[in-house]
């Protein structure tokens, strides 16, 4: 007995399925790099503000917080004295590499308005125009 062989059709490719891999890995990268986020400050206690957003990146973070010998500054992550601070940041103001050098500054609540505003002082006076005062969102 001959059995009929049946026309050959060609393979089809679904599409569907193709689809839901490629979302699949478009959400895994997504995700991927919203945790990869660079922390440039310190972790620290800010005060609240209900006005709070985030700064853009390409930022310098300094950040005040009150330590053993008293008021302790960093740049990025870095332990520096007010002077060697102010040095940094006009070497950054003139540097090439950077137009229009953005600082962002986080103190903590516990940081006396007289200490904010001689950092702050000490910031403008390197030549940074673009100073963003830090808050964690909410209350």
Request: aromatic share 6%; proline share 5%; glycine share 6%.
């Amino acid at each position: 007995m001959k059995i009929k062989e049946q026309p050959r059709r060609p393979a089809r490719l679904e599409m569907l399925p193709l689809l839901d891999v490629v979302f699949l890995l478009l959400v895994f990268f997504i995700y991927a790099m919203l945790s990869m986020a660079v922390e440039r400050g310190l972790h620290l206690d800010l005060p609240h503000s209900s006005q709070a957003r985030p700064s853009p990146d390409q930022v310098t973070a300094v950040s005040l917080c009150r330590g053993a010998g008293g008021l302790e500054v960093y740049m990025d992550k870095d332990l520096l004295s007010l002077d060697l601070l102010g040095s940094r940041l006009e070497s950054l103001v003139n540097s090439e590499a950077t137009r229009e050098p953005r600082v962002a500054l986080f103190a903590e609540a516990t940081i006396s308005y007289q200490e904010l505003f001689m950092v702050l002082d000490l910031i403008r006076a390197s030549g940074v125009a673009a100073i963003s005062l830090q808050a964690e969102a909410g209350e």
